[in-house]
């Protein structure tokens, strides 16, 4: 037995019956609209548009290999600019705007959580990447600025504090001077030989301000803080000339993806001025753990009772976890590996070259199917395979990635891997291992002479 939804010939929904009430009215077209919106996020996206068939009759997606090969321009850009001078130690505060703007759905999400989850990717990023560095959180709501959280180097508590400040809903208008002068507060008291940065979530496209930003702009210059902005839908152009007149950068983007890369692409540290941060010698103490671990003791200023815990080597406190700060004088505690990650900006890994199939294959006599370097898994497709089946896991199309340095090839998955975790070539690492001794000098020194005898 079917039930006819329509009356007259007209939907549910539909607002012309006369005999509907408000109530239906207004539950018609909350209906309407949510049909709507779940339109609007589907409308962009044609899946099928993103297929390819490649040489061998398999599909590929474009979007992906678009997406390599915009990488890949990234890291040559890095590598050009890798022999400038970069700060080790970073102060970032990150303005999250929460204005009404951020409700809007011109993307497949709204683009308050697009942020957040391209945030939540930033902090892990950038504490990997940045070991002895702080990160603070602020949020823009109702012309307001609110410090959500302090300057620490933890991910998770960051994470935690963006969750709860997204638990009220977004509204009012944007100020970019309120948030200019939160900044400033937060920023102000930190060491000179720090890098002090603010990073701007945007999604408003303009700012509503009680006084003049000019002067709020002097004194971001005076404190030496760099501003970048990371938009949406448009440029502000008071917000340009403040990213330029503190080198900072300012990039609008349309798309998820691009504004993601975008975020996650200052966890890489700026070009340190001397005017923004003198060199100078850090006074730095590695401590040690030598507590067992039934033993307890006070940790940390809230001198928590817990077990473990790291000894200041200069006061001889106790902190909980590393890096940090000494809470009673101050100097900065980390562990050796920590300072070993933080030079991996400093040197990175050279971008790979792509090198054609033919190639490859005709450098091993086609008798052996050329394998990654680093995976060991066959680098191309063969008519064994079958369509759209790969054979491992580093299994590429009709490329392979190679090593100037030390001339070996890998895969598109292990390319990614190196450049992004790894941050050294395994091809490098063990042409350095097994290099032959050092040549003689030629100077041939003369033997020591001889000891007296004793009478």
Known sequence: MEIDSTKNGKKPWDGDDGGSDDGNEVEAEEALEQIRAWERRYDQHHAYEELAEDAHGNLVLTSATAERQAKRQRLAHQQRLSRVRRGMIRYVVVVFDLSEAATQTDMRQPRAQIFKEALTRFARQFFELNPLSQLGLMIARDRETKRVLELSSSPSALEAALQKALSDRPGGRLSAQTALDATVAALSSMPVYGLRECLLLLSSLGTQDAGDIFETLEVVKREKIRVSVVGVGGEVRVLRKIADATSGTYTVHASEAQLTDAVLSHCQPPAATQ?????????????????????????GPECIIAPGGCKCPQCCARVQSLPCQCHVCGITLMSSPHLAKSYHHLFPVQPF??????????????????????????????????????????????????????????????????????????????????????????????????RPKKS
């Open 353 to 450: 070259r792509d090198v054609p199939r033919d190639a490859v294959e005709g450098g091993t006599g086609g008798d052996t199917p050329p394998r990654c370097f680093g995976c060991e898994q066959r680098l191309f497709r063969t008519e064994a395979d079958g369509a759209g089946r790969a054979a491992g896991l580093g299994i590429t199309t009709d490329v392979a990635a190679e090593c100037p340095e030390c001339r070996q090839r890998f895969c598109m998955d292990c390319d990614e891997l190196i450049h992004d975790k790894g941050h050294n070539c395994p091809g490098c690492e063990l042409a350095q291992t097994q290099a032959p001794p050092q040549p003689h000098s030629g100077v041939d020194m003369p033997p020591p002479p001889a």
């Open 275 to 299: 005017r923004q941060a003198p060199a100078s010698l850090v006074q730095m103490g590695f401590p040690s753990q030598r507590l067992g671990l039934s033993a307890v003791s006070f940790l």
